[in-house]
């Protein structure tokens, strides 16, 4: 038996495993477990190697977790690291392995968080570990943050840290997190890494129709059904305008450059057509986009009821929140009132600066030839957050994929599932701009 100790590569598949084992379901209505398991998970494991990080609760279990690693010079700002401990919840009957035994097949990890973001937080956590033993520093200092509620907005996690410990951030002024750096492949077999530098915004809409209640024999030219079903049709149907922000054109412009392909600003479609699924993740970057989700109406089948809600999940590219309420308003018209559930900021910065320097060096050291393209992320993460104390943050959790795993489809999907060779790439990958950084 070898006594060679173990590398941060083999550290991050153990790592990755037991963070998925521990089931931190987030139902958005307080009904879960919660994140404090995987918060003292994550706290021990730094503690092991000498950083004190402190925990926070938002409400029970609603935990999260922060620490400041020193940096050699203190003088400069510092970046933060930050990942959500929350998953979305998981039907065991519908997977194909457990999504809570993360289990090993197909030289992959399966199970709910393995890409949502259970990979990043242990690609995380194994390369900070190694630095701790080897007794290295960092280039400035580093904000290592754990968030609750990220699945559910952010507001018990993220805005919350941000609301009420805004100090534990003081100085940092650039951060990375989820859903970029990941590779595609291109047709002849290039590798483009995705490095997101935009999302759109999130405003969720309840619509309400009002009405005259009666029998449902009876003739009612005043349904709060059919008025309500009217506006929703009609948003469901709308074909909202194309509005190129500088980050989709600029990924579009690339991506037809390593297409091969003329790029039209007018007509998008044939790069989309070469993007596989892809497609469906920027394929929503190129427009506002406004979709019914839930109807609710009525109790007795022949009872016509007074009033009638509806359910829209609008999202805006940034600069355009007002174009689209302004639409939705002319699509419902006046006998429709609409009301604000949920809303959140969209999001765009530039694709330059030291930080992606450091990101394109370290991704070309371990795949060179590669591409490096920003691009748009049609969800949110807690980078909105950070974004309200001045912190510029980057989609940046490096993956490189095999050509054939459709990606996009890991996000909140069936069978969730990371590469083994994957998080090794990543580790090697962060490994390199930490000491950049």
């Known amino acids: ?21 521990i089931d931190s379901s987030n139902y958005g209505d307080g009904s879960g477990p919660g994140e404090r398991a995987t918060a003292e998970y994550v706290a ?8 004190e990080p402190d925990l926070y609760e938002s409400a029970d279990r609603r935990t999260s977790l922060v620490v400041r690693w020193e940096g050699e010079d203190a003088s400069r700002p510092g970046l933060l690291i930050h990942g ?9 009957r519908d997977w194909t392995h457990d999504p809570f035994a993360a289990e090993v097949a197909d030289d992959c990890i399966w199970g709910r968080g393995a ?3 259970k990979d990043m937080d242990a690609m995380t956590l194994a390369v900070v570990r190694k ?9 400035r200092d580093v904000v290592l943050c754990f968030l609750a509620d990220e699945e559910a907005g952010g507001l018990m996690g993220a805005h919350w840290m941000v609301e009420h410990h805004a100090d534990k951030f003081e100085g940092v002024s650039e951060a990375i997190s989820e859903v970029g750096g990941f590779s595609f492949t291109l047709p002849g077999g290039e590798r483009a890494y995705l490095m997101e530098t935009m999302q759109k915004g999130i405003h969720w809409l309840r619509l309400v129709a009002d009405g005259r209640a009666g ?13 309500l079903s009217e506006a929703v049709a009609r948003i469901g149907r709308h074909d909202w305008p194309l509005r190129l922000t500088d980050t989709v054109q600029r990924f579009l412009e690339e991506m037809c450059d390593a297409l091969g392909i003329e790029f039209d ?17 920027v394929g929503a970057t190129l427009r506002n986009t406004a979709n019914p989700t839930l109807l609710k109406a009525g109790y007795k089948h022949n009872v016509i009821p007074q009033s009638a809600e509806a359910f829209i999940d609008c999202r805006f590219l940034p600069g355009l929140e007002d174009e689209l309420l302004a639409t939705i308003d002319e699509l419902i018209g006046p006998d429709v009132r609409r009301e604000t559930v949920i809303r959140d900021i969209a999001l765009e910065t530039t694709f330059d600066g030291a930080l992606i320097d450091s990101m394109v060096a370290a991704l070309e050291a371990e795949d060179p030839g590669c591409r490096t393209i920003p691009y748009a992320l049609s969800g949110g993460t ?16 490096p993956l490189r994929l095999p050509a054939d795993l459709d990606f996009s489809g890991m996000f909140h999907g069936v069978d969730e599932r990371v590469p083994l060779d994957s998080l090794r790439f990543g580790v090697r990958v962060l490994d390199r701009f930490l000491a950049t950084c």
């Open 1 to 21: 038996m070898s006594d060679a100790p173990r590398t941060a590569e083999d550290e991050v598949v153990d790592l990755c495993r037991d963070l998925i084992r």
């Open 44 to 51: 021990a494991q730094l503690s092991e190697v000498g950083l």
């Open 84 to 92: 959500h401990l929350d998953v979305v919840p998981a039907e065991a």
């Open 115 to 117: 890409v949502d973001m």
């Open 131 to 139: 630095w701790r033993r080897e007794g290295r520093k960092p280039p």
């Open 215 to 227: 029998h449902g024999s009876m003739v009612n030219d005043d349904n709060a059904i059919t008025t």
């Open 265 to 281: 600003p007018s007509d998008p479609e044939p790069t989309l057509a070469k993007l596989g699924s892809l497609a469906r993740i």
């Open 382 to 397: 807690d980078n909105k957050s950070f974004s309200l104390i001045g912190i510029r943050g980057f989609g940046f959790s």
